[in-house]
């Protein structure tokens, strides 16, 4: 077992050189860029045997990809946000191919405005696809987690493309320790790809994804999927008992912290949770019985394990670092499905945060908490606020003035 | 299939390897087209297909192919052939697939697809020098939603988005030419009832490797309006009033493999297909009719000055 620092791309792209995978489609995009050139880098210098191909686009790149894993070969892919969008038509499209692949989403906010900071709406436009979604939160799960996400889409129960999402800039770009696998050792946790019968061979002639008239075979096909991606749950929690027993790391489909006896509790996605973390400590610290409830399987959605984790607690304090306009964010309105008509619900006090790379402080973790128990008190659950601080505005109005000026005096010609 | 056997219609194979019964229609050139390709192109091959009317070939659990198919998306085919083809070079170098199992990867797609929003994928897949063929069959609209403009409309044609006395103002754009400024191993126009010429087409591209185009003008009697019956007659006639000229660009020169002599007028062409029938009716639009034959003329003159260059003319 080797200890090396590692960016989140560069566990990324460990990932797959450990995966030993054959097929890199590419296309470059801000924040993924690294994981290219390095799985670049190594293909070119021999370190890795697989073809790496630029595509003209991430549109391309998925077809590419999807088209690769059906002949039988395993591929790796990575993109990021208008990436994803762009390939969004083929992300829908793949997954009924039943031809495994791992995608890492480099999580980056959507235009408009145009930005590079993250959040999560670009990973969860693709929630409805088909893609199984695994979401990190730390380097070393990046790394753990491609491996994890092949032998999961690889099972013969599955057959499925699975996303390992990590966030931009706050992991993409930043430097962890993390635990490389001896190859052996995963040689042993992921055996050669099986393509399972989905190949082109001259000798099977085979038709694949092939139109359908009407709703009845098409129906079917689509309930075939979904029940693959249902059946995954299961087969996740073999696959990552299996995973710990080999390297020893526990990686659950959602991760509890300090919340067994917890009254109050955070539940969001990704790194940002890492914060989360570090307000419990303090807020434990001030006497406050808070924990962090954190889904790291998206898709299929683990919802036993979910309300095993919150059922019984007083409320739940849902940060989402998306928004659905009009309505507010994903994660708390799944969790509100998973938990409604059941005893013991906690009460959801849902916030947006965390947007575009906005930093969520500490305070205002504290401050989330203080709203929740204030919520509880009063029996009556709040709608979703957007977090934002009377500075921050100060700031934008200045923005706007100076805006104004420019236009307005600015330009005599 | 040696490209030195065909000789004549008698030297075409024999066994016809495309099933029948397919949901195209009556009179289908894009179907007479695709039948004498696969004839030639073979049973070991993978058809990589773009959303348009032969789509429609495979639909489950139905398939007219010998070979295999995967359908992709309009945009994205020559994607699909580039991880198909990436994919089977890997199992082979890797020894994990032998070589009798190969195949060669077809796209096959409409011109819809193929002069618009496939082509940024198209020119990528050229320009990394695929090995694969792609066919285009053109009926100059988009067919399969009942014919509306594409990039490869006609000058003055009439479409469901072009019904005025004018027709289709723009000029049919010259994906030929666009292929061969990308130097690619092989291009060539075929059509369904040249059936000889299109064999030895097919052959001599199945003896190279790289991005090999064929592109199939494919008369459409739904989108055209005329009746199914005279689809190889007006195949004949867009070839020998010199509408389509036939060629094919190989060792980096274009050369026509087919050149009217003599040139019958493009009214010939026009006056059979309900499209044009505005320039004929209720009077005569002569200086339309003149138009189209000006630009016919301006390219034969090109090429009868021995020009090769790729870019002459502008295609009628």
């Known amino acids: 077992m080797t200890r090396v620092l590692l960016t989140g791309n560069g566990a990324a792209a460990w990932g797959a050189r450990l995966a030993d995978v054959d097929y890199v489609p590419a296309f470059p995009i801000t924040p993924q860029t690294e994981i290219v050139e390095t799985l670049a880098r190594w293909t070119e210098c021999g370190d890795l045997d697989a073809r790496l191909v630029m595509l003209e686009s991430e549109h391309s790149m998925i077809t590419a990809a999807a088209a690769a894993a059906a002949t039988g070969v395993r591929v790796f892919t990575a993109t990021s946000s208008q990436g994803l969008l762009y390939g969004m038509e083929m992300v829908y499209t793949v997954t009924g191919w039943r031809a495994p692949f791992v995608l890492v989403n480099v999580s980056r906010a959507l235009a408009s405005p145009i930005t590079l900071e993250p959040d999560h709406t670009d990973v969860l436009a693709a929630r409805d696809s088909g893609f199984l979604q695994i979401h990190c939160a730390s380097c070393q799960e990046v790394l753990d987690s491609v491996l994890i996400a092949y032998r999961l889409a690889e099972h013969e129960d599955v057959r499925l493309p699975v996303l390992v999402n990590e966030d931009g800039f706050y992991l993409s770009f930043t430097r962890e320790p993390v635990e490389l696998p001896e190859p052996e050792g995963v040689r042993r946790f992921l055996p050669p790809f099986a393509s399972g019968g989905i190949e082109f061979r001259a000798s099977k002639p085979i038709s694949q994804a092939v139109a359908v008239l009407g709703g009845t075979p098409y129906s079917y096909f689509r309930y075939e999927t979904h029940l693959a991606a249902e059946s995954a749950l299961a087969v996740y929690e073999g696959v990552a008992d299996a995973f710990a027993r080999a390297f020893g790391r526990c990686w659950p489909a959602v991760e509890r912290y300090r919340s067994d006896d917890a009254d109050l509790v955070f539940v969001m996605l990704g790194a940002f949770a890492t914060k989360a973390k570090d307000a419990v400590d303090r807020l434990r610290e001030a006497g406050w019985k808070i924990g962090l409830v954190r889904p790291r399987l998206l898709r299929p959605y683990p919802e036993d394990a979910l309300r095993q984790a919150l059922l019984g607690k007083r409320a739940a304090i849902v940060i989402d670092q998306n928004l659905s306009m009009g309505k507010g964010g994903v994660v708390h309105t799944e969790l509100a499905s998973a938990l409604y008509g059941h005893a013991g619900a906690p009460m959801l006090v849902p916030f947006i945060a965390g947007l575009g790379g906005r930093d969520i402080t500490p305070e205002e973790f504290y401050e989330m908490a203080k709203v929740a128990r204030e919520a509880v008190v009063a029996g009556v659950a709040p709608r979703p606020r957007l977090l934002y601080t009377e500075r921050e505005l100060r700031e934008v109005r200045k923005l706007q003035a100076i805006a104004a000026a420019e236009r307005g005096g600015g330009s005599s010609t | ?316």
């Open chain 2, 1 to 316: 299939m040696k490209e030195s056997v065909i000789k004549s219609m008698k030297d075409l194979p024999s066994t016809h390897l495309l099933g029948a019964g397919t949901a195209m229609c009556a009179g289908c050139g894009g179907l007479e087209v695709l039948h004498e390709i696969y004839d030639v192109l073979g049973a070991k091959t993978v058809f990589v297909n773009a959303a348009g009317c032969m789509t429609l070939l495979s639909t489950y659990p139905f398939t007219p192919f010998r070979g295999s198919w995967l359908y992709t998306s309009m945009a994205s085919a020559a994607a699909g052939a580039q991880g198909v083809r990436d994919a089977l070079d890997l199992l082979r170098r890797k020894g994990r697939m032998s070589v009798d199992e190969d195949l060669t990867a077809v796209v096959l797609a409409g011109d819809g697809s193929s002069y618009g929003m496939g082509l940024a994928a198209t020119s990528a897949a050229i320009e990394r020098g695929l090995d694969f063929v792609y066919i285009c069959y053109d009926n100059e609209g988009y067919g399969n939603t009942g014919q509306q403009a594409s990039g490869a409309t006609p000058h003055a044609a009439h479409t469901a988005t072009t019904v005025g006395p004018l027709g289709h103002r723009g000029w049919k754009k010259d994906l030929f030419a666009i292929w061969v400024a990308h130097r690619p191993a092989y291009a060539a126009t075929v059509i369904g009832a040249e059936p000889v010429d299109l064999a030895q087409k097919i052959a001599r591209a199945m003896s190279l490797s790289g991005p090999r185009l064929i592109l199939a003008l494919a008369p459409c009697p739904t989108g055209w309006d005329y009746d199914p019956q005279e689809t190889v007659e007006i195949g004949r006639l867009a070839v020998r009033t010199g509408v389509f000229p036939l060629k094919e660009y190989v060792d980096g020169k274009v050369v026509h493999t087919k050149v009217p002599h003599p040139r019958m007028p493009v009214e010939a062409y026009l006056e059979r297909q309900g499209r044009f029938a505005h320039l004929f009716t209720p009077s005569r639009n002569g200086a339309a009719i003149t138009e189209i034959q000006s630009a016919v003329d301006a390219y034969w003159r090109e090429v009868n000055n021995g020009s090769e260059r790729a870019e002459i003319g502008r295609t009628p």
